[in-house]
């Protein structure tokens, strides 16, 4: 077991800093008395002030992005083509509604857990990478929308994973072409040949 990430590492002011320090971390779930976590692998940034891609810049305060303006540290989960949940970080401080989406992640604990709720019978690519695998494989649903990542039921550690800079790799965010210009910015951030990674772009 880590430490436990607390309020003031969520709310700086970088969302883009963030998205890369959380290359590493180690994203834990505790859900009808499971316990699951995996290292976050990929990330992307969302900046709610001048990001094109960011849901609450484009939309404003809505039922569905409210939580995006509060303080960080608190999840905004949210249903992709009816399908798919994608988690996110909610940062910085209340109002300006950044956040960082998970998009893949290297399971550490639970496995049998997480190759049964994936219905996998060995790890691969598949069990965990992907946003919306990733939350499948650790069980976060849009009940979990809003759940205070500095609790009990969905935490994220520090664990001492040490990811250096050169490997990390910057690429433009996928699936956002709507975001014009934006859509080209480097804000996607992977762990160099980690299997659990997306493809390059």
Not at 13 to 42: P, Q, R, S
Not at 83 to 104: K, M, Q, S, Y
Not at 121 to 140: F, K, N, T
Request: glycine share 12%.
């Amino acid at each position: 077991m880590g430490s436990v990430l607390r309020r003031s590492y969520y709310e700086r002011d970088d969302v883009v800093i963030i998205a890369k320090d959380l290359l590493g971390k180690v994203l834990c779930t505790e859900i009808n008395g499971l316990f699951t976590a995996g290292k976050i692998v990929e990330t992307e940034a969302y900046d709610g002030r001048c990001d094109n891609a960011c849901h609450s810049h484009i939309h404003g305060r809505t039922d569905r992005t409210s939580i995006m303006f509060g303080p960080g540290g608190h999840a905004y989960v949210y249903l992709c083509y009816g399908i798919h949940h994608l988690f996110n970080v909610v940062t910085n401080r209340e109002g300006l509604a950044d956040a960082v989406l998970v998009r893949g992640i290297e399971p550490l604990d639970g496995v049998d857990t997480i190759l049964q709720r994936r219905n996998k019978e060995q790890l691969q690519r598949s069990v965990g990478g992907g946003p919306g695998i990733a939350s499948q494989a650790l069980g976060i649903t849009t009940d979990h929308y809003g759940t205070d990542l500095t609790g009990n039921r969905i935490w994220i550690e520090d664990r001492d994973f040490q990811v250096r800079d050169k490997e990390i790799i910057a690429s433009p965010r996928v699936g956002i072409d709507y975001a014009g210009e934006d859509a080209k910015l480097p804000w996607r951030f992977r762990i160099r040949g980690n299997r659990f990674t997306s493809p390059a772009k």
